[in-house]
């Protein structure tokens, strides 16, 4: 069995496609389409899928897209189904015995549940399983297809992917280690990240966070061989892929740096101040799914209205990475210049005398210019967003916490700062509270043993499974650094003029200096732009492939990379979304949609990170900003991605044996 043919590309020619383009395409033309081919005369279709299968479908296509490809009705492989004889069934599924063994029960005997099946695995099915449908002499005349599509991943972003190991962290992370159950959780991961490069045609150099110790004596735990055994694990899936896929690369094409939670245990845990994080941490969102509330037109109370915060929807494209004031800030301008720029508008508003239009204005306005409702309605949508995070920012005094924040990741406040902080600001809420006291704990480690740390719980007056929380940020340091703190040699202490400990270099350019609290900055930030120099260290960040001194990872004088000189993106965006060609009405809804993708043309190759244990949405808008600073596109992967209440759940989990993630709860 190989992967068949597509139209994916690893190229970034004028038809580039970004990771969740190729994913869709794949789906609808590459599995969907094909089951049209051959002897099937039957118009419409099943499909049939399973827990997993299900999602990787939903995060790429929506209903409608499957529609059109021919599927009227989609089953799940594990629920009773109505006999549909007359019919074909596309099954997209797990190479899973159990899987498996639904699929023959549902096609063999004299009454099979449908006419032919086009069966199409979501990674490599073992000899084993081929042999056992091989056996059923009446399915394989039933069989239209076999086929591996080795796409197993939810592609979350256009430039990013997860695993869907979301216990990943109590897997590998926890006190008792449990190396079986690490290993299976590994073992999935790599064949998941395996079927990206299988999708995109990439063959990357691999390059892992290698296990650190501080001398012979001291054990190498499971917890410090992660990236290794991930990095081992996926190599052996690539050239599996490399050997028996057609048309997959024989030569390296791009980068992977594999990393986990250990590299950064702050970015998961602090305030970031951008709109998409904010939405995401402070609105109680259930994914990207937000209530929004909307006028009646019968004249009645508001109406709920889900509205999923997307790419579809260019205000949300252009503002998801943008701080929360400039975000705020641009979000009024395009309340003004819509009004001023439309008569009906400015009529409808005249009677405010110029005054600041509200959300209500604006819902007003949809009803009675309907011809604008498309336009009014996605402001007013982010409108009401962004007045929600201001308002429990000022209520809930996040500002002086996120300062103190920073202040202390940076090395400009310290252990007596937090402190006074807790002894002053009484009414900070109980996840405030923790969320700092566990970016000191990622900084002080030491502060936080015997007695010296009793006194802190008794200062801050937290329950103990919050402080099981602040005391399990140990698993996630490696063992070197937990050890060198201990002693007082930190490893992160970059100015020596400072008392106080900084886990952050400081910078300055235009964008930390124009907004106030944007000074943090994840550490794979540093990490990918050292890559991309092929400043990255051999002995930490060893390469599976070894490779030659011609490639740009280490060294700088190879012509394949050279990219032309890096532009700003907002630069780019702002200007096109607010002022757009053919159009005068001050908005136009599709103007940043269209302009996406070729902002990745002739760029250099990819880099892949992959961080196991979670990812946050600040990495993920890092990968964004380097992708146009680089010239080169950055992916992010991880086993989940987690805001911060979530991942403090999980991180309680971590000496929580008994509980599962729906038990706790911040």
């Keep these: 069995m190989s992967l068949s043919d597509s139209d994916s590309s690893s190229s970034y020619g004028s038809d580039y496609k970004n990771l969740r383009q190729i994913s869709r395409e794949r789906l609808l033309h590459e599995m969907l389409r094909s089951a049209k081919t051959g002897n099937s005369k039957s118009t419409w279709k099943v499909l049939i899928m399973d827990r997993l299968t299900v999602k990787i479908m939903s995060y790429s296509c929506k209903m409608a897209d499957i529609t059109q490809e021919g599927v009227s009705l989609v089953e799940d492989i594990y629920k009773r189904r109505q006999p549909l004889p007359s019919m074909d069934a596309i099954y997209f599924i797990q190479p899973t015995k159990e899987n498996v063994i639904m699929f023959l029960s549902d096609m063999s005997g004299k009454s099979p549940l449908y006419k032919k099946a086009f069966v199409f695995f979501s990674s490599p099915i073992s000899r084993e399983l081929v042999s056992h449908i091989k056996k059923d002499s009446s399915v394989l005349t039933r069989i239209g297809a076999l086929r591996e599509m080795n796409l197993e991943y939810f592609a ?8 869907d190991n979301e216990r990943a962290l109590e897997e590998l992370f926890v006190d008792e280690e449990d190396s079986r159950k690490g290993d299976a959780c590994l073992n999935v991961m790599a064949s998941r990240i395996a079927t990206v490069f299988a999708s995109l045609r990439e063959f990357p150099f691999v390059r892992y966070r290698a296990a ?26 690539l050239i599996q892929y490399k050997q028996k896929t057609e048309h997959f690369p024989q030569t390296e094409t791009c980068e992977l740096l594999i990393l986990d939670r250990s590299i950064d245990q702050i970015a998961p845990i602090i305030h970031e101040w951008t709109y998409d994080a904010m939405c995401h941490d402070l609105l109680n969102m259930e994914g ?5 509330e909307v006028l009646s037109k019968a004249g009645g109370p508001p109406e709920k209205k889900d509205v999923l915060l997307e790419e579809h929807d260019p205000v949300w494209l252009e503002l998801r990475h943008a701080h929360i004031a400039d975000a705020s800030e641009r979000l009024h301008e395009k309340m003004t210049n819509f009004v001023s720029k439309n008569k009906a508008a400015k009529i409808q508003h005249g009677s405010r005398d110029g005054g600041e239009l509200s959300t209500r204005d604006l819902q007003q306005m949809v009803q009675a210019l309907p011809q604008y409702s498309e336009q009014i309605d996605k402001i007013s949508l982010h409108v009401e967003i962004a007045g929600k995070i201001n308002k429990i920012i000022r209520e809930s005094g996040l ?6 924040e920073q202040d202390l990741v940076f090395g400009d406040a310290g252990m007596t700062d937090v402190i006074n902080f807790f002894t002053t600001k009484e009414d900070a809420t109980r996840e405030n509270k923790l969320r700092l006291l566990m970016i000191l704990a990622a900084i002080y480690p030491e502060k936080f043993e015997g007695e010296e740390g009793h006194n802190i719980m008794k200062v801050v007056r937290l329950p103990q499974d919050d402080m099981n929380a602040v005391n399990n940020m140990r698993l996630l340091a490696g063992a070197s650094e937990t050890k060198k703190s201990s002693t007082g040699a930190f490893s992160l202490k970059f100015d020596i003029h400072k008392k106080k400990r900084a886990a952050r270099k400081d910078r300055t350019c235009a964008e930390e200096t124009t907004w106030q609290l944007s000074r943090f900055y994840p550490m794979i930030e540093e990490l990918i732009d050292k890559l991309n120099k092929g400043e990255l260290s051999k002995d930490e960040y060893p390469c599976m492939n070894d490779p030659s001194p011609t490639f740009h990872g280490t060294s700088q004088s190879t012509p394949m990379h050279q990219a032309p000189a890096p532009h700003s993106m907002r630069s780019r965006r702002t200007p096109t979304w607010a002022r757009p060609r053919n159009s005068d009405d001050g908005y136009s809804s599709d103007s940043v949609l269209r302009h996406a993708s070729s902002d990745f043309k002739k760029m250099g190759q990819r880099i892949f990170v992959f961080i196991v244990g979670g990812a946050t949405r600040s990495e993920l808008r890092v990968c964004h900003k380097l992708t146009s600073k680089l010239q080169r596109e950055v992916i992010l992967g991880s086993s989940s991605l987690d805001d911060p209440p979530h991942f403090i759940t999980k991180l309680k989990l971590l000496t929580a044996n008994e509980l599962s993630l729906d038990d706790l709860q911040i």
């Design 212 to 237: 650190k110790s501080l001398d012979v004596t001291t054990m190498t735990t499971f917890r410090d061989l992660i990236p290794t055994k991930l990095a081992a694990r996926i190599w052996d899936c």
């Design 399 to 404: 500002r002086e916490l996120g300062q103190l």
């Design 288 to 292: 990207n799914k937000y209530v929004h």
């Design 156 to 163: 979350i972003d256009s430039q990013g992917f997860i695993t």
